[in-house]
C-alpha cells in the first residue's frame, strides 16, 4: 500500500506541476496580450493626434490667403504717397521706419506703421466689429501671450477677426483660438527683412 501511495502522490505532484506550468502559461499569454493592447492603444491615440494636428494645420493654411510681396521701402511719413497695396488690410510693401507697440490698441493705427510690424515678424491681429468687448477681451489674452502681436480695430474688413502677416491673411466671423494660436505660432518671429 504505501507504494501506491507513494505512486499515487507523484502522479499527483506531477499533476499539479503541470497545471502550475499550465497557469503560468496562461498568465504570460495573458500579460503579453495586455501589453500588446495597450502598446497599440497608445499607438492608436498617438496617430490619431498626429492626424488631427495635421489635418488641423492644412485646414488653417487652406483658409489662408497669400499675396505677392510687394517688397519694404520705407517712406518718411504716414500720409507719403506710395503705391496702394496689393490686399487690405495689407501684407507687405511700404512702411514707416518705426513699429507701432506690440500689444493692444484700442484705436487704428495706420497700415504704414503696421506693415512694419510685420516686416519684423510680427502678426497683426484686427477685429471688425464696434460693440463686441468679449471678442476684444478674448483676442487681447491672446495677444499678451505672445511677443510680437498686436491687436487693433479694424475698419471694412468684411469679417469680425483678420489675422495679418507677412504676404498672407486669415479672415474669420467667429472666434477659434487655436486656429488663431496657430496662424500666430507659424508666422510670429520670422523676419522678413530683405526679401
Known amino acids: 500500500m504505501p507504494v501506491e501511495q507513494r505512486t499515487g502522490s507523484r502522479k499527483e505532484r506531477r499533476e499539479a506541476a503541470r497545471q502550475k506550468r499550465r497557469e ?3 498568465r504570460r499569454r495573458a500579460a503579453t496580450w495586455l501589453r500588446r493592447l495597450l502598446l497599440g492603444a497608445v499607438a492608436l ?22 499675396f505677392p510681396s510687394q517688397g519694404n521701402a520705407h517712406i518718411p511719413r504716414v500720409d507719403s504717397p506710395h503705391e496702394p497695396y496689393n490686399s487690405a488690410p495689407p501684407t507687405s510693401g511700404p512702411h514707416v521706419s518705426w513699429l507701432a507697440p506690440w500689444g493692444v490698441h484700442r484705436e487704428p493705427l495706420p497700415h504704414e506703421v503696421l506693415v512694419h510690424n510685420l516686416e519684423d515678424g510680427g502678426v497683426v491681429i484686427y477685429y471688425g466689429c464696434e460693440d463686441c ?53 507659424t508666422h510670429e518671429g520670422v523676419d522678413h527683412h530683405g526679401r
Open 45 to 66: 491615440a498617438a496617430v490619431t493626434a498626429i492626424g488631427y494636428w495635421w489635418y488641423a494645420r492644412a485646414a488653417d493654411r487652406a483658409a489662408w490667403e497669400y
Open 133 to 185: 468687448p468679449d471678442l476684444v477681451a478674448k483676442l487681447a489674452a491672446i495677444v499678451n501671450r505672445h511677443k510680437r502681436v498686436v491687436l487693433v480695430p479694424g475698419r471694412g474688413l468684411g469679417h469680425r477677426i483678420v489675422l495679418s502677416a507677412w504676404t498672407v491673411l486669415d479672415r474669420m466671423q467667429e472666434f477659434d483660438e487655436a486656429r488663431i494660436v496657430r496662424f500666430i505660432r
Open 24 to 26: 503560468a502559461a496562461r
